[in-house]
């Protein structure tokens, strides 16, 4: 039988980004495009820190070893030779001391188990990279497991609930407006731009159908988000 798989709870508050190290990225992706998108996102990010990128996989190894970084943030699909799987089973042994987190297309849950028997601590979909990836990123720097809500659900075997379409992230902007705080607090707290607040918040207004805050507020304790 298939392990269920929860996204961990976001904790009440995050440590001061002023005062906490980043967490250190080496970013591998063969397409340059896309490379530049996901650097843009994770550099949007205040405790995350984007410290090398490649468009080759025989370069991962030599960056990661000079570097060090917390997380290896690797396209499953740039393999150049043998399979990724292979790929990543031999970079995930190599490198004890960082964490992949794995990009895909495929959403085959045969291949999701597949890449976290083989060492992937994070799993993100590539159309969910936006809201997913920074928090595989924080997730795997600490030591735990995080796939796409979309993935996790196919893998678990059903539909994920309301809930669980929302990202660790936006169940703690959620959490936030239920108290009564204003964007810019929320940005405040969270060390993100307004604008980025803005964004979750109609990110959350779409996945949970609900058009105003009372709505939001009255999801919020229905599904006991204020004790998190």
């Known amino acids: 039988m298939l392990p269920f798989f929860r996204l961990a709870p976001v904790p009440d508050s995050e440590p001061d980004a002023n005062t906490t190290e980043s967490i250190t990225i080496v970013l591998a992706d063969d397409h340059a495009a896309m490379r530049r998108s996901l650097r843009t996102l994770l550099d949007g990010e205040a405790d995350i820190d984007v410290i090398a990128e490649t468009d080759s996989l025989t370069a991962v190894m030599a960056h990661v070893q000079a570097r060090r970084p917390d997380v290896l943030v690797l396209d499953m699909g740039m393999s150049e030779r043998g399979s990724g799987i292979e790929a990543l089973d031999k970079l995930s042994r190599e490198m ?17 188990r597949r890449a976290l028997d083989n060492g992937a601590a994070g799993l993100v979909l590539k159309e969910m990279a936006d809201s997913d990836l920074p928090t595989a990123v924080r997730e795997a720097s600490h030591g735990r497991r995080y796939v796409s809500p979309l993935l996790a659900a196919k893998l678990n075997g059903g539909k994920p609930s309301d809930s669980d379409r929302l990202t660790p992230r936006e169940r703690e902007v959620l959490r936030l407006i239920a108290l009564g ?15 980025t607040i803005e964004t979750h918040r109609a990110r959350i207004h779409r996945k949970l159908n609900l058009d105003t805050r009372a709505e939001l507020v009255r999801y919020a304790l229905q599904h006991e988000l204020l004790e998190l």
């Open 181 to 195: 705080h204003t964007s810019v607090e929320i940005a405040r707290k969270l060390g993100l731009s307004p604008r």
């Open 96 to 112: 004890r001391d960082t964490r992949v987190v794995v990009l895909t297309m495929n959403d085959d849950p045969a291949f999701a």
